[in-house]
């Protein structure tokens, strides 16, 4: 993944736990990269390891790990780098998640090796919608979780967030019912 996923953690990590903590994640992890260059591609290994290791140095589940960088790169890293390609996305969220298919079509014209997601939508209702996620990638099904729920936050939007199908029952995505 592009550097400014791992930059990302690095900021989430010193923002809430400081410096030390973060060279601590980075030795625990292995990962022998001094700094990360935002838009230059790196192994995803290195995001694991990296998320692996907040895990282990913060005693927490890396599920828990990802969920809280979800929020982190919607309220910080989108909001604050990207505030225009974000409120491009919709005036609340509804029309944010209707429109979510298409997102990183334009994040791919600043980061053109992107693999992105897929989402696709379903059950499109005053209240609540179905978002279908696939991904090349496995594992990161709390990190969409953390996502849906940042948005919510972003638009003031109190959101219940369910995940109702996925790879782990032997379906091929997963489904998230959005509910607000
Ligand atoms: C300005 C906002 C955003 C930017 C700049 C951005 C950029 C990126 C980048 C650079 C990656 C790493 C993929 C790679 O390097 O190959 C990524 C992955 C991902 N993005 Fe976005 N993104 C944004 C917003 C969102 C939003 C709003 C969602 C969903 C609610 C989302 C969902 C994901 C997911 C789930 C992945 C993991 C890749 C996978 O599952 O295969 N992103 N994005």
């Known amino acids: 993944m592009y550097g400014i996923v791992?930059?990302?953690?690095?900021?989430?990590?010193?923002?809430n736990?400081?410096?030390?903590?973060?060279?601590?994640?980075k030795s625990r992890s292995g990962v022998d990269v001094d700094f990360f260059i935002s838009n230059e591609p790196y192994d995803d290994d290195i995001t694991y390891q990296l998320a692996g290791a907040?895990?282990?140095?913060m005693?927490?589940?890396?599920?828990?790990?990802?969920e809280a960088f979800g929020e982190w790169w919607i309220l910080k890293t989108g909001k604050e780098k990207y505030g225009g390609l974000m409120e491009a996305g919709g005036s609340n969220l509804r029309d944010f998640l209707i429109n979510l298919p298409i997102f990183h079509n334009r994040v791919m014209l600043i980061y053109p090796k992107l693999t992105p997601p897929e989402f696709k939508?379903?059950?499109?209702?005053?209240?609540?919608?179905?978002?279908?996620?696939?991904?090349?990638r496995h594992g990161l099904q709390e990190f969409v979780r953390g996502l849906l729920s940042g948005l919510g936050k972003m638009y003031n939007t109190p959101v219940e967030v369910e995940l109702i199908q996925s790879r782990d029952e032997g379906s091929n995505h997963?489904?998230?019912?959005?509910s607000w």
């Open 121 to 136: 939508t379903s059950h499109i209702e005053a209240n609540s919608i179905h978002i279908h996620y696939f991904s090349k």
């Open 17 to 25: 736990f400081g410096e030390d903590k973060w060279e601590a994640v």
């Open 54 to 57: 907040v895990g282990e140095e």
């Open 59 to 66: 005693n927490m589940p890396v599920e828990k790990v990802l």
């Open 6 to 15: 791992n930059k990302a953690i690095e900021d989430l990590v010193i923002a």
């Open 174 to 178: 997963e489904v998230f019912k959005v």
